[in-house]
């Protein structure tokens, strides 16, 4: 179980790390990558459901026999954007850095996989 605490913990602070500074950086972001964000909604929508992610995460790995039944659901949220950006990236609509950027969500989500088995049901 220790793992498990670990992995979850882990990923909810490099989540909180990557994503909370989102909230303050869309006028830079606008500026140098793509230009202004479209949907302003969109973008602060996706930023603040990530974190509340993160919050799960963090959760999940202070008790994780009893929130096991979460881990398969956060195994898909970290899919969820790994996969898309990589897949993007393959088509050709999004550059690479982005795909290097959603790498580690793979990587959580392996061990996300890897905490559930080793975790015992409740």
């Known amino acids: 179980m220790t793992f498990a605490k670990w992995t979850f913990t882990l990923g909810g602070v ?3 790390l990557i994503v909370g500074p989102m ?11 793509r230009g202004p964000v479209a949907y302003p909604e969109t973008y602060y929508g996706f930023v603040g459901s990530v974190l ?9 790995g202070r008790d994780p026999q009893r929130f096991r039944p979460l881990m398969p659901l956060a ?3 970290k899919l969820a954007f790994g996969v898309a950006v990589w897949t993007l990236y393959a088509t050709g609509r999004t550059p690479l850095n982005i795909a290097v950027v959603a790498t580690p969500d793979l990587i959580l989500a392996a061990l996300f996989a ?4 080793k975790t015992k049901p409740a």
Request: glycine residues 6%; aromatic residues 20%.
């Open 14 to 16: 490099w989540g909180l």
């Open 23 to 33: 909230l303050f950086l869309e006028g830079w972001i606008a500026a140098n990558d």
């Open 52 to 60: 509340v992610w993160q919050l799960v995460y963090l959760t999940i």
């Open 75 to 77: 195994m898909l949220a």
């Open 114 to 117: 890897v905490a559930w088995r």
